[in-house]
Nanobody, 124 residues
Framework: QVQLAESGGGSVQAGGSVRLSCVASYRRLCMGWFRQAPGKEREGIAT???????SYTDSVKGRFTISQDSAKSTAYLQINSLKPEDTAMYYC?????????????????????WGQGTQVIVSS
């Protein structure tokens, strides 16, 4: 059973930065980050494939960067220029895939393995 463990959330001032980490117990994964703000539906933010291919939802392009350390089976989400509206529970997600073909990792609907979430609170 694949397990994901997030870390790195916390309370941050607007304009600051935070880096979230997600350690996976398996390597042949597409990995992604989702978030759910209070009173809103969960939304996909960014995905990364084992070959390094990335995708982002339009609203976060330019401020969010997803990356990975394949040797550590870890995905990261760097968030810069934080805004109060970035306040949310951030979830790491994944699905097992091999080989990675085309843009399969950018399909939000395929993600079926979830971490417990890490809270980010941005104060103005």
């Amino acid at each position: 059973q694949v397990q994901l463990a997030e870390s790195g959330g916390g309370s941050v001032q607007a304009g600051g930065s935070v880096r979230l980490s997600c350690v996976a117990s398996y390597r042949r994964l597409c990995m992604g980050w989702f978030r759910q703000a209070p009173g809103k539906e969960r939304e996909g933010i960014a995905t990364i494939a084992s070959d390094g291919g990335t995708s982002y939802t339009d609203s976060v392009k330019g401020r969010f960067t997803i990356s990975q350390d394949s040797a550590k089976s870890t995905a990261y989400l760097q968030i810069n220029s934080l805004k109060p509206e970035d306040t949310a529970m951030y979830y790491c997600a994944a699905f097992v895939v091999w080989p990675v073909t085309g843009g399969i990792c950018s399909d939000w609907t395929r993600y079926n393995i979830w971490g417990q979430g890490t809270q980010v609170i941005v104060s103005s």
